[in-house]
């Protein structure tokens, strides 16, 4: 026991269970598992985000798409090239700037994001579900201000 008590020590009362990125860890790690569990069309999370911003744009470059899903750009090519493999978008030189490519989302990826539409909105729904309506709203504002 008195190993146990000079480990304690040496950590300066850190406690994993007390701090902050175990807890969001956990919580990542429950809606990925949901999110896997529901989503159509066998999508990662990522390859869902960068469908449904070009859903929502129709075309940006790879770099804007990136930033738009808060990805890096060797993740973000990643994600394209494997939705271009799938026919979920096409890509073609930037018109005004030939060094950039722009994305756009096909009519097939369209359709993807028309029928993941409402399992996406459950997945959001569930993991949440231990939070009342309020708490819900109050998380994600939270998130917001420090993600």
């Given amino acids: 026991m008195a190993g146990a008590r000079a480990k304690a020590a040496a950590l300066g009362g850190y406690r994993l269970e007390d701090q902050v990125g175990f807890h969001l860890r956990r919580a990542a790690q429950r809606h990925a598992a949901i999110f896997a569990g529901r989503i159509t069309d066998d999508l990662t999370p990522t390859q869902w985000a960068a469908l449904v911003?070009?859903?929502?744009?129709?075309?940006l470059s790879q770099n804007l798409l990136g930033r738009e899903t808060a990805m890096d750009a060797a993740t973000i090519k990643g994600v394209?090239?494997?939705?271009?493999?799938r026919g979920f978008v096409a890509v073609s030189p930037d018109p005004d700037d030939a060094r950039r490519?722009?994305?756009?989302i096909t009519r097939i990826g369209l359709a993807a994001v028309e029928r993941g539409a409402p399992a996406a909105t459950a997945i959001t729904a569930e993991t949440l579900?231990?939070?009342?309506?309020?708490?819900?709203r109050r998380l994600v504002e939270l998130l917001k201000r420090i993600g």
């Fill in 53 to 59: 911003k070009l859903a929502e744009f129709e075309s």
């Fill in 101 to 104: 490519m722009r994305v756009s």
């Fill in 80 to 85: 394209v090239d494997r939705l271009l493999k």
């Fill in 129 to 136: 579900k231990p939070l009342d309506a309020a708490e819900r």
